[in-house]
């Protein structure tokens, strides 16, 4: 069985989702890249983040924040190791989407996730 072309209505609920903000966790990490035209940087962590994963792309805010954490990063000849604050956002699908994806592409997303950095410091 060939895979047929996404469906438009399961593209239009995942890019729709209302994320809500869960919860926000402190995870140490270093920043493997910072994007500047979209605001987000990527970070591999030492722990695991609540899907799962421990590299992540992060939404920053605030231009200045961006700007300070390059600075810092730059400062460091090595791969400097900062504390982030991480703002969890969360948005669940509905059962027919979930049981979509489960039936055609073998995964089954429990909740979507979203994360935004809320600060961050420098492990001395």
Known sequence: MGKQSFPTWLAEEISSVKMKKSNTLELAGYLLDINKKENKIDV???????????????????????????????????????????????ASLSDKAKEYLTENYSVAPDDLYEFELESFDSVK
């Open 44 to 90: 591999q962590f030492y722990e695991q983040l609540p899907d799962g994963r421990r590299i992540a792309t992060l939404v920053i805010g605030e231009k200045k924040m961006l700007k300070n954490l390059e600075g810092q990063h730059n400062e460091s000849g090595d791969a400097p190791e900062f504390n982030f604050k991480v703002i969890v956002n969360k």
